[in-house]
């Protein structure tokens, strides 16, 4: 991702932050910190906390977001393991539908090796 990817456009980071503090969350806090250097971003933090609601509120927002940035948004997702790839896809396709840049950042190959129906 470079400066020109994101000037102009609205920056959207959905991902999972500290707490807790894992290797997964402190990166994509960095990536935030480093972002929020270069553009304004909003940030939708999925860290499976808040209840069943909290996701969807978040879902909701991020909607709203996108409707209003179609055609000069960027989404950066940092793929989650497991299930969770079920909450990056619905976000990812609302960030198609609206036009969004997207960016995908993964730490895990395990999917790869594994290979499960949902990877």
């Known amino acids: 991702m470079s400066l020109s990817d994101v000037v102009n456009r609205v920056v959207c980071i ?22 929020q250097v270069v553009s ?14 909290h996701l969807f509120k978040l879902f909701t927002q991020f909607v709203g977001t996108a409707f209003r940035a179609r ?10 393991g497991g299930l969770r790839q079920f909450v990056d896809a619905c976000f990812a396709g609302v960030a198609l539908l609206f036009g969004f840049r997207i960016f995908v950042h993964h730490h895990s190959f395990a999917y790869l090796n594994q290979r499960p129906f949902y990877a």
């Open 40 to 53: 304004p971003v909003k940030v939708f933090d999925v860290a499976p906390r808040g209840g069943r609601w």
């Open 71 to 80: 055609g000069c948004g960027v989404l950066y997702l940092p793929l989650s």
């Open 14 to 35: 959905v991902c999972p932050l500290p707490p807790p503090v894992n290797g997964f969350s402190e990166i994509n806090h960095r990536m935030l910190v480093q972002l």
